[in-house]
């Protein structure tokens, strides 16, 4: 039987920077490929979270903080192991060549 998915919490203040990603790209002409590179964060997120790009430090209850890159989206999150919860921090994007 395949793990349960981590629950995937964001704020309104990241959703915010989430939105705001996505409208620039898409003033660059970039929509197709940011929204590839979101939903494949999305997914290691909910599937491997705990595998996924760098451990940072402990967060006390909140769990472990990670920083992770893909494609050109970036994320800080924190994910807890025995509750299967990421909690996003932050979004952010590596800028595309001028």
Do not use: C, K, N
């Amino acid at each position: 039987m395949p793990p349960e998915p981590f629950r995937v919490h964001l704020s309104a203040a990241v959703l915010d920077s989430l939105r705001a990603i996505v409208r620039l790209f898409a003033a660059l002409g970039e929509t197709e490929r940011i929204q590839s590179d979101l939903l494949a964060a999305d997914s290691a997120l909910r599937w491997y979270a705990d595998e996924w790009g760098e451990s940072r430090f402990e967060v006390g209850e909140i769990g472990q903080m990670r920083f992770a890159q893909l494609g050109r989206v970036t994320v800080w999150y924190a994910v807890h192991l025995g509750r299967r919860d990421v909690s996003v921090a932050r979004f952010g994007f590596v800028r595309p060549r001028a």
